[in-house]
């Protein structure tokens, strides 16, 4: 927590709401999982490279990940790269 402190918090936009309602439409994230579709979409809408979770549930989770893709892409995104910080590289960060 001590490394993101810095990081700036990243807005909720309309454009946020509505790619989270689309992931939840098309049954990627089930409904119980709405923060979940959130947390995805406001890293997909504000350009992230990186989306760090340790949900491997709904978020961190290779069935889903295509689905994911393929939802942005079809919205004009790009989804981040989405992993665990353990698979991240301490060397990024720094």
Known sequence: MKAIRSFPLLEITDE????AEKILRKGVIPEKGA???AHIAVAVCHG???????????????EKIKALENICR???????VICTPEEFSEEVII
């Open 16 to 19: 946020v709401t509505e790619l």
């Open 35 to 37: 923060r979940d579709a």
């Open 48 to 62: 992230m490279d990186f989306l760090l979770t340790w949900n491997c549930r709904h978020i961190a989770n290779a």
């Open 74 to 80: 079809s919205g004009g995104y790009e989804l981040p």
